[in-house]
């Protein structure tokens, strides 16, 4: 969180999960989370070095190793994070898989896999978090989307079809949501430099082909989008539900 986003302090005794949040995007929105205030769940599909380090940065009141493409695992993070902090305010769906074929070329598991994690698990967190947050009378979803939504990458099919679907099941939840103090929305990364990305942007013909789709100059930070998602998760959005925010320097015009 920067100083300029005045948000410090406004989620003291807020409960949160940030899926797939050992590293980039998923681990500076936890470390938002926790310096506003809020209890932490890390998630990460395995208890490595890294995933011990993101714990102790961002504060985590508990870390949760779980494989969300696994057969049970979703139910296996929901009973720890529920047993941990008794509930859940603030759940970010940031976990996701990206697979990258020529548009003719995607196996069945591929489709499979990208579909499973990206909108499956997904929707089984909702399923399982956002109807007792209906139930308190408050309540805070944040899915990760892509600038893909609209943006397409032509070797990138079902990865930007899932991103768009989730896109759609979350306008499509804030609405039977939105008259019991729960909020759905949609933070739709640009091109941010993560590891995710490290490799391909080390191609400096791409890179700068990339660079010149963003009218803001620059590559967006893990950071860029942390300080939105503390926005969308404050008491400051409480009349913000259904929308998707591009956090992208205006790639998307
Ligand atoms: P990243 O740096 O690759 O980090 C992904 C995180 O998810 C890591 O903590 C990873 O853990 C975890 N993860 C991977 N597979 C998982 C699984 N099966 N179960 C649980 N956790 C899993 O990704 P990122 O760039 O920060 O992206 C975060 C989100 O932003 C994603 O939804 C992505 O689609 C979206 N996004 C990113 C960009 C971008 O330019 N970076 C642009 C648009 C949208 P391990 O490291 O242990 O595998």
Known sequence: MTEASGLHGRL??????????????????AKALSNGGASVCINAPAPDAAFDLACREAGA????AADLTGPDEVERLVAAVTKALGGLDILILNAALQEKQPWSGFDRM????????????NYRLIQAFVPAMAERGFGRLIAIGSIQQVREHPEMLFYAASKAALES??????RQVAGRGVTCNILAPGAIATARNREALA??????????RIPAGRFGTPEDCADVALFL???????????TLFV???MHL
Do not use: C, F, H, P
């Not at 009141?61 to 949760?64: E, L, P, R, V």
């Not at 099941?169 to 804030?174: F, G, P």
């Open 12 to 29: 003291d005794g807020r409960r949160a999960l940030v899926t797939g949040s050992s590293q980039g995007i998923g681990l500076a929105i």
């Open 61 to 64: 009141a508990i870390g949760i």
């Open 110 to 121: 591929s489709i499979y896999r990208q579909l499973e994690i990206n909108l499956a698990a």
């Open 169 to 174: 099941m979350v306008r499509n939840i804030a």
């Open 203 to 212: 191609d400096a013909i791409y890179r700068d082909a990339v660079l010149a």
């Open 233 to 243: 998760a404050s008491d400051a959005a409480r009349y913000v539900t259904g929308t």
């Open 248 to 250: 992208d320097g205006g």
